[in-house]
């Protein structure tokens, strides 16, 4: 008889899970609590302006493997667009200065060494003051292994790990920070070019891993809420979804819980887990991108860091945004539209636009917090645990919801 793999929750961890223990050979059954795949990677119709738009502005790595490898496993991998060498436009909105960072094609940092393809006014010794980061431990403070002040820092170094970790960088976890900087700036520019998915999250990452899961002769089944777990010794021998809606497990049959933090405690009493998160803010305005407009801008001296060009529209990213959670909406839409204004060269008043705050966006990237984040392995032999806030080694990101997910089915393939 064929061996049954539970998965809770179909986020990208979740799926990612379930795509590789189905291509393992179990038969999967997914079980989502809300109405929709995804979680906080999805896409939607709003209404305000009219188009399809993701929850969150998120963006990948030609370096991202356990992402772009779980694209290539559900047929999306071409989905995933982006320039065709590293170059990151970036500009600084107080003094009006434009430049392009140029990390090249090399699988080396070679870049660092050509002052064409650097920061403005940078030395090569202010790179080489970041090299504590690759080796900190995560107990340390990125605010006491490098210098957080200086050109460097204020136009690529803060901007990159202010958007990896969601905290204000000298309060993150250096290791965190440093695992950021192994794999993308340290690994030259091959691992470093930057994709997006422009037909939207859902359409790339989500959907078709459903579709695939589903053709296949597996289930996925939405509004199914998991209420308790079973336990019999040292297993989990019962899902219970509440009204009599229960599933007895067979003695090889595995569970992966990849549910939010709140829920995996709440079903595990006694696990340990972050407590604190920090808030996003995304913001999308219905308007045709100039033609000359980079897929992503960066920018700094302004209340915006990140500016994405898409069909039809433009849209921000904002981190470790819980200041601006209560501002009023249509005040923040206004100082976000002014900053693209500048930053893009796009005039006019304020076109339709939606306003997108996840107010737990991801965990806080302190030493504190990463503390508390658990491995994949529970104290039930046939129960794992997904989600990029398990110890994944890496912040919340795609990527490290991905390295979980397959890292929970790994230990499940393992078990035969």
């Given at each position: 008889?064929?061996?049954?793999?539970?998965?809770?929750?179909?986020?990208?961890?979740?799926?990612?899970?379930?795509?590789?223990?189905?291509?393992?050979?179990?038969?999967?059954?997914?079980?989502?609590?809300?109405?929709?795949?995804?979680?906080?990677?999805?896409?939607?119709?709003?209404?305000?302006?009219?188009?399809?738009?993701?929850?969150?502005?998120?963006?990948?790595?030609?370096?991202?493997?356990?992402?772009?490898?779980?694209?290539?496993?559900?047929?999306?991998?071409?989905?995933?667009?982006?320039?065709?060498?590293?170059?990151?436009?970036?500009?600084?909105?107080?003094?009006?200065?434009?430049?392009?960072?140029?990390?090249?094609?090399?699988?080396?940092?070679?870049?660092?060494?050509?002052?064409?393809?650097?920061?403005?006014?940078?030395?090569?010794?202010?790179?080489?003051?970041?090299?504590?980061?690759?080796?900190?431990g995560t107990e340390a403070l990125v605010g006491n292994t490098i210098p957080c002040k200086g050109t460097?820092?204020?136009?690529?170094?803060?901007?990159?790990?202010?958007?990896?970790?969601?905290?204000?960088?000298?309060?993150?976890?250096?290791?965190?920070?440093?695992?950021?900087?192994?794999?993308?700036?340290?690994?030259?520019?091959?691992?470093?070019?930057?994709?997006?998915?422009?037909?939207?999250?859902?359409?790339?990452?989500?959907?078709?891993?459903?579709?695939?899961?589903?053709?296949?002769?597996?289930?996925?089944?939405?509004?199914?809420?998991?209420?308790?777990?079973?336990?019999?010794?040292?297993?989990?021998?019962?899902?219970?979804?509440?009204?009599?809606?229960?599933?007895?497990?067979?003695?090889?049959?595995?569970?992966?819980?990849?549910?939010?933090?709140?829920?995996?405690?709440?079903?595990?009493?006694?696990?340990?887990?972050?407590?604190?998160?920090?808030?996003?803010?995304?913001?999308?305005?219905?308007?045709?991108?100039?033609?000359?407009?980079?897929?992503?801008?960066?920018?700094?001296?302004?209340?915006?860091?990140?500016?994405?060009?898409?069909?039809?529209?433009?849209?921000?990213?904002?981190?470790?945004?819980?200041?601006?959670?209560?501002?009023?909406?249509?005040?923040?839409?206004?100082?976000?539209?002014?900053?693209?204004?500048?930053?893009?060269?796009?005039?006019?008043?304020?076109?339709?636009?939606?306003?997108?705050?996840?107010?737990?966006?991801?965990?806080?990237?302190?030493?504190?917090?990463?503390?508390?984040?658990?491995?994949?392995?529970?104290?039930?032999?046939?129960?794992?645990?997904?989600?990029?806030?398990?110890?994944?080694?890496?912040?919340?990101?795609?990527?490290?919801?991905?390295?979980?997910?397959?890292?929970?089915?790994?230990?499940?393939?393992?078990?035969?």
């Open positions: 008889m064929q061996k049954t793999v539970h998965i809770i929750g179909a986020g990208i961890s979740g799926l990612s899970a379930a795509v590789r223990l189905a291509n393992g050979g179990y038969k999967v059954a997914v079980h989502e609590a809300t109405q929709q795949a995804g979680g906080r990677c999805r896409s939607y119709f709003d209404a305000a302006t009219n188009l399809t738009i993701d929850n969150g502005n998120h963006l990948l790595l030609s370096g991202n493997r356990h992402a772009l490898s779980y694209a290539r496993s559900i047929g999306t991998e071409a989905g995933l667009v982006g320039p065709a060498r590293a170059q990151f436009p970036f500009v600084d909105l107080a003094s009006g200065q434009r430049w392009q960072l140029d990390l090249g094609d090399s699988r080396l940092p070679l870049w660092v060494f050509d002052e064409a393809r650097r920061v403005p006014d940078t030395s090569l010794r202010d790179y080489l003051a970041l090299a504590p980061l690759a080796w900190a460097l820092y204020d136009r690529l170094v803060q901007p990159l790990l202010l958007a990896a970790l969601n905290v204000d960088p000298p309060e993150g976890s250096a290791g965190l920070a440093g695992a950021i900087v192994r794999e993308t700036l340290l690994a030259g520019g091959q691992a470093c070019r930057p994709l997006i998915a422009r037909d939207g999250l859902s359409s790339v990452l989500i959907e078709p891993a459903v579709k695939l899961l589903q053709e296949r002769g597996h289930s996925v089944q939405f509004s199914h809420e998991l209420r308790t777990l079973g336990m019999s010794g040292d297993r989990i021998s019962e899902l219970d979804f509440g009204g009599g809606d229960k599933i007895t497990l067979a003695a090889d049959d595995a569970v992966v819980l990849a549910v939010p933090p709140r829920a995996a405690a709440t079903l595990l009493p006694g696990l340990k887990t972050p407590t604190k998160f920090r808030a996003i803010v995304n913001a999308h305005f219905r308007v045709d991108p100039p033609r000359d407009a980079a897929p992503i801008l960066g920018v700094v001296g302004g209340l915006v860091e990140w500016l994405f060009a898409f069909p039809q529209r433009l849209s921000v990213t904002i981190s470790n945004g819980d200041r601006l959670v209560d501002m009023p909406r249509e005040e923040l839409a206004q100082a976000i539209w002014r900053d693209i204004c500048k930053a893009s060269g796009v005039s006019g008043d304020l076109p339709p636009w939606q306003i997108v705050r996840e107010r737990r966006a991801t965990f806080e990237a302190t030493p504190e917090q990463n503390a508390l984040r658990p491995g994949p392995a529970t104290a039930q032999k046939n129960l794992f645990l997904a989600g990029d806030w398990t110890a994944t080694g890496l912040p919340a990101t795609i990527e490290g919801s991905v390295r979980s997910g397959d890292r929970a089915a790994d230990l499940v393939l393992a078990r035969r």
